[in-house]
């Protein structure tokens, strides 16, 4: 049985149990007074039910699917000889390995260990009978706690309190993980970027103008050193990401205006829809799109006025990432846009206002602090995107302010470092995470330049 059918099989015994809480709720009420003596609507009954039954079931669930690999795998090491677990730290994190490789079936027939191979069926093994032990311990938690809830279900009973007390616990916690996930994610980055910065000294990296992170194996080849100066990686991802806003920002925003100020309802229903396709298109056709058409037309016509233009340009991706994120822009100023109350608009026109000086005066000031949003998320998006620049702009870390020129991003950058096999305790590998630290650092300067934006100018209309 697999985990998924154990979810599925949950979700049907809770469903059972809140249509049971909920008859029983009514037949407590009474013939004829229907639900006036419950402290609760009857569907609160049933769905504390529920949430008992399921609940204690889940955590079980979740709590043994989160260490059953590292149980199993220590109970089918054990059954290997001595002589093959007595080795060093590393040779047996590759026995584990091979282990699991083995239990998966991605080792050719011809290369199989009989020992190992007893040791991957013990764990199959062992696997089949903790489902089995999971889906009756689980079955006994789920018809015990749901049983003792029926039991004490009385038209007294708090059940919306008890049910609404369970969903605040649930809404804590999922807080409280994506807190705690956001806390790794920097501590990881960080660390990795103090060993980084350990062997490369931060002044070089923020203000070198070189960017080389190429190693080589022995000291006597050329860049054996490697450059690690940060300012090229940057100038790209601001010129390419300055270039998409140029274009996103006015296309966006002027779109907004129109389809919620002037378009027609007829116009309005196929226009936006139309327009927000575009988010949906993956980036990959992008980057095609951007290689192919986009690129050799501006190499094209830059030749025609005699100028340098390189096969790939930071003006090429600039210009095709502005076109991806205009639904960003677009979309959610349209939404602000609409959210201004009409008594706004009517106090401006009964002054005398003109539409056109309406929506300068009053709406879009009014609507500011949404339309920030949106532009600081477009940004986001521009200053994250790979592929579009993989494909367009390249691969080459040019300290560059013509836009004709080929450019990299920080993003191409950690990508590049981390494909393929790499040593992570070369600077080489940790320079990804040190240019992931910046970019974050760059997106938090963003979020807190917006917040005082928006702060700003809910003062001024609040």
Not at 68 to 92: F, G, I, R, Y
Not at 150 to 164: D, G, L, S
Not at 323 to 347: H, K, Y
Request: charged letters at 10%; aromatic letters at 8%.
């Amino acid at each position: 049985m697999s985990p998924f059918s154990f979810l599925v099989i949950l979700l049907a015994a809770s469903s059972f149990a809140y249509m049971h809480g909920k008859r029983r709720a009514f037949s407590l009420t009474g013939s004829g007074s229907g639900s006036s003596r419950l402290h609760s609507l009857p569907g609160y009954y049933g769905m504390l039910t529920a949430l008992w039954c399921a609940l204690p079931a889940l955590a079980i669930f979740v709590f043994w699917m989160s260490c059953s690999e590292w149980v199993l795998t220590d109970l089918a090491m054990k059954t290997l000889p001595a002589s093959m677990l007595n080795v060093p730290v590393d040779q047996a994190n590759l026995l584990v390995n091979d282990l699991h490789n083995l239990i998966a079936g991605h080792v050719a027939a011809r290369d199989i260990n009989p020992v190992l191979q007893q040791a991957a069926d013990h764990y199959l093994a062992m696997e089949r009978i903790s489902y089995m032990a999971l889906a009756g311990i689980m079955s006994a938690s789920a018809l015990f706690f749901s049983a003792l809830v029926y039991k004490r279900i009385r038209p007294r009973m708090r059940a919306r309190n008890h049910v609404e007390r369970i969903i605040q616990i649930a809404l804590v916690l999922c807080s409280t993980i994506a807190i705690i996930t956001t806390i790794g994610i920097v501590l990881s980055v960080l660390f990795e970027s103090i060993r980084f910065f350990q062997q490369v000294p931060l002044t070089d990296f923020l203000f070198g103008l070189k960017w080389s992170p190429q190693m080589a194996m022995r000291a006597d080849q050329a860049g054996s050193s490697g450059s690690f100066g940060a300012i090229p990686v940057l100038a790209g991802t601001f010129m390419i990401s300055g270039i998409a806003l140029a274009v996103a920002v006015p296309v966006g925003l002027l779109s907004a205006i129109y389809l919620s100020e002037y378009a027609s309802s007829h116009v309005r229903t196929w226009a936006k829809p139309t327009m927000e396709i575009l988010a949906g298109v993956p980036t990959v056709v992008y980057g095609f799109f951007a290689a192919l058409v986009v690129a050799p037309f501006i190499r094209d016509a830059g030749g025609l006025f005699g100028l340098d233009v390189s096969s790939e340009s930071g003006l090429a991706a600039g210009l095709v990432m502005g076109i991806m994120i205009i639904p960003f822009v677009s979309s959610l100023s349209d939404d602000v846009i609409n959210a201004v109350p009409q008594t706004l608009r009517d106090g401006s026109y009964a002054l005398g206002a003109t539409r056109s000086e309406t929506i300068r005066k009053v709406v879009i000031p009014a609507a500011l602090p949404g339309i920030v949003g949106g532009i600081l998320l477009a940004a986001s998006r521009a200053i994250g995107e790979t592929m579009i620049v993989v494909m367009a702009a390249g691969l080459s870390a040019n300290l560059t302010a013509n836009p004709l020129q080929a450019v990299t991003t920080v993003t191409v950058q950690i990508v590049t470092l981390l494909v393929g096999d790499q040593e992570f305790d070369s600077p080489k590998t940790l320079a990804a995470f040190a240019l992931g630290l910046l970019l974050f650092t760059i997106t938090l300067i963003l979020n807190v330049i917006a917040l005082y934006v928006v702060r700003k100018y809910r003062e001024e209309y609040e």
